[in-house]
């Protein structure tokens, strides 16, 4: 069965800092990748996805996530953290075991000091 | 603003009532997915609908049920209620029946008393 583990239920990082969110997922398939993004008080955001393809993905807000068939990762980064990005993220992995579920990491909280 | 509304956006309730939640998707979206949010669950899938017809179901307890209207939005009804249920509860949208993408709305605050 189809699993997202996100390494860090909290990570901090300093304003213009590089922010490294880690997500390893388990699946029997190739598998369908996203990060979203919560802000508070909000629903989720699509920050990015992999389907197929180039394993470089780029999406909003400077992030970008890289799909490493060989470590089962899809981490997600961005050079320079701004406060904006403090937000709660969270890595998916579609599954397809009695139809197309999303299934969701535990997510990571990030904190962004000036 | 993602084109995905919910209403009510707040509900207090207490144990043992009976609640509805209703989601409206973003326009020409035919599926809908309802999500749990609590801390000590996380995020959990409950059930998508794809043009009015369940399409696949995740941890969704036999005192919650949902539809969809041939109008496209959606209802979830949750009864018989515990404190355990208190949560966020999620609706988001995709336009077709693969879940690429989906856009969600801005939930509902259960609070069971």
């Known amino acids: 069965a189809q699993s997202v583990t996100q390494l860090g239920s909290h990570v901090s990082v300093s304003e213009g800092a590089l922010v490294l969110l880690r997500c390893n997922y388990s699946?029997?398939?190739?598998?369908?990748l996203f990060w979203y993004v919560q802000y508070p008080n909000q629903g989720l955001q699509l920050l990015l996805k992999?389907?197929?393809?180039?394993?470089l993905v780029k999406g909003i807000n400077g992030f970008e996530a890289e799909f490493k068939k060989s470590e089962t990762s899809f981490h997600l980064t961005k050079p320079s953290a701004h406060m904006s990005d403090a937000a709660e993220y969270f890595c998916a992995v579609i599954t397809n075991t009695g139809g197309f579920k999303t299934i969701f990491g535990a997510g990571t909280r990030l904190f962004v000091k000036a | 603003d993602s084109g995905v509304t919910q209403t009510p956006k707040h509900l207090i309730t207490a144990t043992g009532q009976r609640v509805t939640l209703r989601c409206s998707p973003r326009?020409?979206?035919?599926?809908v997915y309802w999500y749990q949010q609590s801390l000590d669950q996380g995020l959990q899938f409950l059930i998508q609908?794809?043009?009015?017809?369940?399409?696949a179901k995740g941890n969704i307890l036999e005192r919650f049920s949902a539809q969809q209207f041939p109008d496209l939005h959606s209802e979830l009804n949750l009864s018989s209620l515990e404190l355990g249920d208190s949560a966020l509860y999620f609706c988001?949208?995709?336009?077709?029946?693969?879940?690429?993408?989906?856009?969600f709305g801005p939930g509902t605050r259960l609070t069971v008393l």
């Open positions: 699946s029997s398939v190739p598998p369908y």
């Open positions: 988001a949208s995709s336009e077709s029946g693969s879940v690429y993408e989906q856009f």
């Open positions: 992999y389907t197929t393809g180039a394993t």
């Open positions: 326009s020409g979206d035919l599926s």
């Open positions: 609908y794809y043009n009015g017809e369940e399409r």
